[in-house]
């Protein structure tokens, strides 16, 4: 078994793992492992992370020079040509505001430097400090326009932050590596948003345990058979700090500046496609229990399990037939 972030994939039930080949990086600010069955496993391991190396790259708040960098630097002023990847999941991102009602929100930038969670130095701001920040949080003001591949924000200050879908994107084109390498069966684990390819070699479907939240690393509430399938969890947990005896972790609502406090603690979503997934588990996250659970229902073919701080687990209905 081995664990890097949420969700466990077990591989303790292979019986012949000498095809197995595995590798861990950290890219996109987290531990990044895959594992590959197959003769050339190795090799397509590098393609692939040569692609997130890419992703991060052009991704990247963090990244002086990276395209979303240089978006949020032309803010208020001019247009900036990206590529496709970064159009392509901008574009999502602004699909996935709308469908949450702004709940999911890829302005939220200014309000994460703020509060410099996954900084060495986070702080509570003062409410006098956000309350003017959250004023220029708004994904209406991103302009994209085809033609030449450009992305504007409309104001001065206003800057994009993509860590709530960015790493969704990136697992489905290293499934899309592994599947042009013909490789039928691997585990894709971007610090626990995971995607299963096939099955183990033995024949049996992944398992996947998905977290415990309110206990260590490893523990989990349950374990999930899956074939070809994306496995996302958002959790309050993950990135947090403490001052004065209270919790502040990554997950912000928009609407007030300050981490989401609705009693959910985690949010699972099981999909095809891991951009989704992930989007959908902040979205879920932010916008609370029903009015989560009746989101994800209205989606065909996608799942979510949630925890809130009573430790009670609530799923959609597919979850309960399996
Ligand atoms: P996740 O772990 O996928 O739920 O994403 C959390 C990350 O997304 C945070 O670390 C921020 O970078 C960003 N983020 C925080 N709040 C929001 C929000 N309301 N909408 C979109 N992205 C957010
Ligand atoms: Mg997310």
Redesign the pocket.
């Known amino acids: 078994m081995f664990q890097n972030g949420d969700n466990i994939v077990t591989i303790s039930n292979i019986s012949d793992q000498s095809h197995l080949f595995s590798k861990s990086y950290y890219i996109l600010g987290t531990i990044i492992s895959l594992k590959v069955c197959g003769i050339n496993g190795e090799k397509v391991i590098d393609e692939a992370m040569d692609r997130l190396t890419e992703i991060d790259d052009k991704m990247s708040v963090f990244k002086v020079d990276s395209e979303i960098t240089r978006i949020n630097k032309n803010a208020g002023k001019l247009p900036q040509a990206v590529s496709t990847d970064t159009f392509y999941v901008i574009h999502k991102a602004i699909s996935y505001s709308q469908l949450s009602e702004g709940a999911f929100d890829p302005t939220v930038r200014p309000i994460m430097n703020l509060w410099g969670i996954g900084t060495d130095h986070p702080k509570v701001p003062e409410n006098r400090i956000i309350n003017k920040a959250i004023k220029i949080v708004s994904y209406t003001d991103i302009i994209l326009n085809e033609n030449g591949f450009t992305v504007k924000l409309n104001h001065e200050n206003q800057a994009i932050d993509l860590g709530?879908?960015a790493k969704?994107y990136a697992a489905d084109e290293v499934k899309d590596i592994f599947l042009k390498n013909n490789v039928e069966n691997a585990i894709i684990d971007l610090g626990g948003n995971v995607y299963v390819l096939g099955n183990t070699p033995d024949g049996e479907m992944w398992n996947v345990g998905i977290q415990d939240p309110l206990k260590q690393r490893g523990k989990v509430v349950g374990v999930i058979g899956l074939s070809n399938k994306s496995v996302?969890t958002?959790g309050g947990y993950e990135r947090y700090f403490e001052e004065d005896g209270e919790i502040y972790h990554h997950i912000i609502d928009p609407r007030t500046g300050y981490p989401c406090t609705n009693g959910i603690i985690s949010v699972t979503i099981i999909s095809d496609f891991s951009i989704d997934g992930?989007?959908l588990?902040?979205c879920t996250y932010i916008m609370g229990l029903d009015k989560g659970l009746d989101l994800i229902e209205s989606i065909n073919g996608v799942e979510a399990i949630i925890i809130d701080k009573d430790n009670e687990i609530y799923t959609t209905s597919g979850i309960k037939k399996n």
Do not use: K, L, M, R
């Open positions: 709530a879908i969704g996302v958002s992930d989007a588990s902040t």
